[in-house]
């Protein structure tokens, strides 16, 4: 499978924002996107919502992510992350934090309308002591309780 470049026309200009709302991509496509995203420093918004994600594509996407050598290390210029209505649940948002911690950059993470629930929010809420550079989480629509809503605050 040949890796998408990130640039546009003949000049090679790097593509800064990166909008696959609505697609149906699979597994597959996820692979694709996360090799591309990974080579794309210049990238500074991935917009994926409403795309049924699986759990396998989402675990694909933040590998890239990784924090040693990872996509979120290399990458300063990643402010804005879409993943609104995605189908995530509170393991996926587990997994989703652990990459957080790595974050050098990102500073908007849009999670609303999934079903993440009070256990997501609360394994989110654990990376805000380390992450610097989180400033705004979006988790409208996101099954929280006032438990969830708790260990927020």
């Not at 409403?50 to 402010?79: A, D, P, Y």
């Not at 990376?127 to 550079?133: L, S």
């Amino acid at each position: 499978m040949k890796v998408l470049e990130i640039t546009v026309g003949k000049d090679s200009t790097p593509l800064k924002i990166l909008d696959l709302t609505h697609n149906n991509f699979t597994d597959v496509g996820c692979s694709s996107i996360s090799q591309m995203i990974y080579s794309g420093q210049n990238l500074m918004a991935l917009y994926l919502s409403e795309n049924s994600l699986s759990e396998k594509c989402v675990e694909t996407l933040f590998e890239s992510f990784q924090c040693e050598g990872g996509w979120l290390k290399k990458n300063r210029n990643l402010i804005f992350l879409g993943l609104a209505e995605t189908n995530l649940t509170a393991s996926i948002a587990k997994t989703i934090s652990t990459y957080l911690d790595c974050n050098i950059g990102l500073n908007t993470l849009d999670l609303t309308g999934n079903n993440i629930s009070d256990a997501g929010v609360i394994s989110l809420s654990a990376i805000f002591p380390r992450n610097r550079y989180l400033e705004q989480l979006s988790l409208a629509r996101c099954g929280i309780t006032e438990t969830g809503i708790k260990g927020i605050v």
